[in-house]
């Protein structure tokens, strides 16, 4: 599976960024795709998941009612609509497929079967 990040940038606080990640390959095994992210000295951390069929969404606590995972089915493409962005917010995104199991919580990093290339969120205050 090939991931293909893009969007991402340097916004003030309060505004939004959409996040794209488009899947390429050998797909038929995937349960889920979503976003971890990862700021400085700190562990990369789920943010948020969804269903390959592209339903069942879950988010982290502290961005649930701000942030919006969706999915094209027909395009194999995962967006993540970033609304109200805060500072802490700022870190490197990552694009998670994840193959086989069972869709549904935890979402773990180790649990990632690929990730894409990271594309930097920066939210000034």
């Known amino acids: 599976v090939q991931l293909q990040a893009s969007g991402g940038g340097l916004v003030q606080a309060g505004e939004s960024l959409r996040l794209s990640c488009a899947a390429a390959?050998?797909?038929?095994?995937?349960?889920?795709m979503g976003w971890f992210r990862q700021a400085p000295g700190t562990e990369r951390d789920f943010v948020a998941m969804i269903s390959w069929s592209g339903d069942s969404p879950y988010y982290e606590r502290s961005v649930k009612g701000r942030f919006t995972i969706s999915k094209d089915n027909a395009k194999n493409t995962a967006y993540l609509q970033m609304n109200s962005l805060k500072p802490e917010d700022t870190a490197i995104y990552y694009c998670a497929v994840v193959i086989g199991g069972t869709y549904g919580p935890p979402f773990l990093a180790n649990w990632v079967n690929y990730w894409g290339q990271g594309t930097q969120v920066t939210v000034s205050s």
């Open positions: 390959g050998l797909t038929d095994r995937a349960t889920g």
